[in-house]
């Protein structure tokens, strides 16, 4: 891969941090997801072909490590979490509308579909692949899932300064 690492993180950073949230939940296991991704990330980027979809790629690895995650969760003790901080660095940050809270709330095969392709900017087919199922049964998780995010938050109605 000829584009400088750099750029890629700066590009993709944000947007695979809100799927380690999304997955994960907020707090620290979604930003260890996150600099894991860009860890194992840059041990493989030179070797990244050119024609590769830098994004979802780095979304997949970003799955992998959630799951990661996942399975250290269910072998360790879950520490106690320190209030969230707006990052200086430009990392998403707040929850003032509790929308990852919402999220988290949902059933996991909704929670997933949205933060795949939502969030992560995956076609259903390709989010199919990776939680298992169709893509139509995928589609139709994901459109639950907002349509349960709607009625949290008004169907039409949007929560002061957020857009659409």
């Known amino acids: 891969m000829k584009e400088p690492f750099e750029r890629a993180v700066t590009r993709h950073g944000a947007t695979v ?16 997801a996150w600099s894991e ?14 024609d590769t979809n830098v994004e979802a790629w780095l979304v997949r690895v970003a799955r992998r490590k959630a799951i990661d995650v996942t399975r250290l969760r269910a072998r360790h003790a879950i520490p106690a979490e320190l209030p969230e901080r707006p990052s200086s660095v430009g990392n998403p940050g707040g929850d003032e509308y509790g929308v990852w809270q919402a999220v988290a709330a949902l059933p996991e095969r909704q929670r997933l579909a949205i933060a795949y ?19 139509e049964a995928v589609r139709r998780a994901a459109a639950d899932g907002i349509k349960s995010l709607r009625r949290t938050y008004g169907a039409g109605e949007s929560p002061k300064g957020a857009s659409r």
């Open 17 to 32: 941090l809100r799927v380690c949230r999304a997955v994960l939940g907020p707090g620290a296991d979604a930003d260890d």
């Open 37 to 50: 991704t860009f860890v194992a990330a840059l041990r493989s980027w030179p070797e990244l072909p050119e």
């Open 117 to 135: 392709h939502y969030l992560g900017g995956l076609p259903h087919a390709q989010t199919a692949e990776l939680i298992g199922g169709t893509p």
